[in-house]
């Protein structure tokens, strides 16, 4: 379980985030939809302890992930708008180095590595040097260093922006094998569509809070959509 409680993020004058709470339970997946400016992106950055909040706190199955930053990451995956792969190194590679740097058994790598890739669909290019892939195959990349650890908490900006339909299949086949394992999963998205079928709750951000919630009965009702279209409407651009 990951939690935000009574966060603040100021960045000079300017308040991104002011006192919101939201808890992801385990096995649960959550929308956090919004208009832009709202505050999505920076909610993410600040529960993988890439920023720090101005007040309150993230906490990760009760502890604060800002006590110990660098074991908090050990179970965090992040998909963000930079896929952070390296052109130089083959898909394999890259999988290898991310795989070195959570001090993951080198033993177990080379079946673990290739599997990951089979799961997004990038098998046939392992051998292949990143610096050719396009960005929807790069996003596909990302998406398998996220899951490689096992992470306890997913954390995604827009992951389907990049992806053709057989690669959101993938994803979304993906986030539920992940939250059948327990993982809590937050996708920040303005997919209507393709969230309707995967999110147990929908949360729609406005000026650093929560406006609106919609659960799962509320979604499949169709009402995620009008609720998000008048959010959205009086939101900041």
């Known amino acids: 379980m990951i939690e935000a409680r009574s966060v603040t993020k100021r960045f000079g004058r300017r308040t991104v985030l002011n006192g919101l709470d939201l808890k992801i339970d385990d096995g649960e997946i959550i929308a956090l939809m919004g208009p832009n400016g709202a505050g999505k992106t920076t909610l993410l950055r600040l529960m993988s302890t890439l920023a720090e909040p101005t007040g309150g706190d993230v906490l990760l199955d009760g502890k604060s992930v800002y006590e110990d930053p660098v074991i908090s990451r050990k179970s965090i995956g992040v998909v963000g ?137 509320s979604i499949a009702r169709g009402e995620l959509e009008a609720g998000y279209r008048a959010s959205s409407d009086g939101g900041i651009a």
């Open 81 to 217: 708008h930079s896929t952070y792969t390296y052109d130089d190194l083959t898909a394999l590679e890259n999988l290898k180095f991310f795989w070195s740097l959570n001090g993951l058994p080198g033993k177990d790598f080379e079946a673990a590595g290739k599997a990951l890739l089979q799961r997004v669909g990038l098998s046939h290019r392992m051998n292949d040097r990143v610096a050719v892939f396009s960005k929807g195959m790069r996003q596909r990349l990302a998406i398998a260093r996220a899951i490689l650890h096992s992470p306890k908490v997913l954390l995604l900006d827009e992951p389907f922006s990049s992806l053709d339909e057989k690669g959101n299949e993938a994803l979304s086949q993906i986030l539920t094998e992940e939250r059948s394992r327990g993982c809590s999963i937050i996708i920040v998205t303005h997919d209507i569509r393709r969230i309707s079928s995967l999110a147990d709750r929908a949360e729609v951000l406005v000026h650093g809070k929560i406006e609106r919630s919609f659960d799962r009965a």
